[in-house]
């Protein structure tokens, strides 16, 4: 397995927690640096000789009104949140494609399906990466290539400190939703398990997330009157 981030510590860190760790390799590289993606993609092939799985799970959340949201922060979001993701898969569709049984996962959000206050950067940015997942999912159906997209409800992780007001500086704190949301551990768990049963729509979270997804299929009038009634910060 290879583990990529930019912290090169914390890529450590979590491989030494692995068992067997010998056999993972850590590869730091900024996702948003074309250069960068570029030469990973590459030194994993020549490590690995190939790829099994992509899963593009990089992100930077937001939490600020749309008139508060400068267009440089609007940038940042998407480059981080949608082009870099697309440009990493892109290189790395050749060697998926080899193998005729390659899978690309993108974690999204529920907020990619929903839109919410105080994240109109984000959700946007996560419901194009959905949208471009069922794209390459059809255009690649028939080369063998699965393509999933994971919609995370609150999970218990530090999203909420680098969010982003709308100067582009992180929030630095914790929001009581995300503070209460699922833990990690258990997310990943529910993750891998659909990944494995090989589902292509994956929404994991609390009650409140998977009823409002439910919601919003059969009467999206009555979710955005709920949405509207919320207090979302």
């Not at 590869?27 to 993609?41: E, G, H, S």
């Not at 996962?105 to 069922?134: D, P």
Request: with cysteine; net charge positive; hydrophobic share 40%.
């Amino acid at each position: 397995m290879v583990l990529s981030a930019r912290r090169s510590d914390e890529l450590e860190r979590v491989r030494q927690q692995l068992n067997h760790p010998e056999y993972h390799l850590c590869v730091p590289f900024d996702v948003t640096k074309a250069d960068q993606a570029q030469q990973t993609v590459e030194q994993v092939i020549e490590k690995c000789q190939r790829i099994d799985y992509l899963i593009n799970n990089a992100g930077l959340s937001q939490r600020a009104l749309i008139a508060d949201t400068s267009m440089d922060t609007e940038r940042r979001i998407m480059e981080i949140d949608y082009f870099a993701q697309i440009n990493l898969t892109k290189l790395a569709l050749p060697y998926l494609e080899q193998r005729s049984s390659g899978h690309v996962v993108f974690i999204s959000s529920v907020a990619g399906l929903l839109g919410t206050q105080y994240r109109a950067s984000y959700s946007a940015a996560k419901g194009a990466i959905h949208m471009w997942a069922n794209s390459l999912r059809a255009e690649y159906a028939e080369k063998g290539l699965n393509v999933s997209v994971v919609f995370p409800g609150f999970v218990k992780t530090n999203v909420s400190f680098n969010a982003l007001n709308g100067a582009g500086q992180a929030q630095a704190h914790q929001d009581e939703a995300i503070e209460n949301g699922l833990d990690a551990d258990d997310f990943a768990q529910k993750v891998v398990k659909a990944l494995l049963s090989n589902q292509e729509y994956i929404v994991v979270g609390g009650l409140k997330e998977k009823l409002g997804v439910a919601i919003s299929r059969v009467s999206p009038k009555l979710m955005y009157k709920m949405i509207r009634k919320s207090k979302v910060k």
